[in-house]
């Protein structure tokens, strides 16, 4: 599968509003209220330092949400100075640390959290919590890599179109999504989001920090506050798919960005396209069709829920770094570094090593 013109949505669209009337309710396929806890720890090194260096490891959430708890954020830094920098608008926690020349930086931070499964029941209004209007008018402003005007505008107007409600707009969003991008595995990491450069090229492959942006992009041209929700995976799935979950307690590459669309009866309300096209690619044998049981399954559950094997970092877009003089980034998911050569690769394991690992630590499962 390779470059497909987005403008076919129009059916796309009818066939996800015919969708969209299936009843909403999610609950009996994720069971919430059983929360379990996680001890999540990144260990850093710059093996090729230079003058000063910096390193900056994203945090738990700073602000709790229905679907997880931070307990805490500890860290070390032998040798350099290192804080805590918090940014509430965007649940935004960065652990800094910086070295100065001849001393080994090396960073260490361990993140105490406990998480449940969500799942919002769209057949009735929900009695949750309810977000203030500036919060909700923050995450419908643009950014670099999401912006609201122009051949975005132009897509959410089309992938809505027949859509009255916020309810059928998130959800005409959503299966526009599903039907119309493709998990590109060579995409290095887990994507960049510049939706622009997506829908002008035609070219709507990527992986979760790509096809989730795209909602979130999308969402908010057509007025829906939505946002970017940057995390990492910590468990297995236990809902029987293998490709949803950490296959080990090492979990470096684990890196997931999901997506919330704020609805006005519902509140802040789970989505993840993104892990319904991983389904389709990478669940054994792999390479299933969209019409697939199990792809179906996941389709119907990724619109409303999410399964909590995962932690969440932020909710962070073009992200300042604090005490560097390189360019923003457009989002805190991964380790970064500087040293007076300049920014470090994060990818990049000859200058750049870290690993992370995730410890359940829940007290006595029954």
């Not at 909403?24 to 090729?48: M, Q």
């Not at 070390?76 to 920098?85: D, E, F, H, Q, R």
């Not at 260490?108 to 919060?135: F, M």
């Not at 993104?274 to 019409?291: F, W």
Request: proline content about 6%; some cysteine; aromatic content about 8%.
């Amino acid at each position: 599968m390779n470059r497909r013109d987005f403008l076919r949505s129009a059916t796309v669209v009818s066939a996800g509003l015919a969708f969209s009337k299936a009843k909403y309710v999610f609950a009996a396929d994720v069971p919430s209220g059983a929360w379990r806890t996680f001890d999540v720890t990144t260990h850093v090194e710059v093996l090729k330092s230079s003058g000063i260096t910096r390193i900056w490891v994203p945090a738990a959430l700073i602000s709790p949400t229905p679907f997880q708890k931070t307990l805490s954020n500890q860290y070390v830094a032998p040798g350099g100075k290192v804080k805590l920098i918090k940014d509430k608008a965007e649940s935004l926690g960065i652990v800094s640390a910086e070295f100065p020349a001849g001393v080994k930086p090396e960073l260490t931070v361990t993140s105490r959290i406990s998480t449940q499964n969500i799942a919002v029941d769209l057949s009735a209004p929900s009695k949750g919590h309810k977000a203030n209007r500036a919060e909700l008018e923050y995450f419908l402003q643009p950014t670099n890599f999401l912006p609201t005007d122009g051949i975005v505008k132009e897509t959410a107007i089309q992938a809505t179109k027949g859509a009255a409600t916020d309810v059928e707009k998130a959800r005409a969003i959503y299966e526009w999504i599903v039907e119309n991008t493709y998990r590109n595995p060579k995409t290095r990491g887990c994507g960049l989001g510049d939706i622009r450069f997506m829908l002008e090229t035609k070219d709507l492959g990527g992986k979760c920090a790509d096809l989730n942006a795209l909602y979130v992009g999308l969402a908010r041209a057509a007025g829906l506050p939505a946002r970017d929700a940057y995390g990492i995976r910590v468990a297995k799935s236990e809902l029987g798919y293998k490709s949803l979950g950490a296959s080990s307690e090492k979990i470096t590459k684990s890196q997931h960005c999901r997506a919330e669309v704020y609805l006005h009866d519902y509140g802040w309300v789970p989505v993840d396209p993104a892990d319904v096209r991983k389904v389709m690619l990478e669940e054994p044998p792999g390479n299933r069709p969209i019409d697939d049981d199990m792809v179906k399954k996941a389709r119907a559950r990724l619109f409303g829920s999410w399964e909590m094997n995962w932690m969440a970092f932020n909710f962070g877009h073009d992200v300042a770094l604090p005490g560097s003089s390189g360019k923003l980034v457009p989002f805190l998911m991964y380790p970064q570094g500087e040293t007076a050569d300049g920014r470090l690769d994060p990818l990049d394991a000859d200058a750049f090593k870290y690993e992370i690992t995730s410890k359940e630590t829940t007290a006595a499962k029954g």
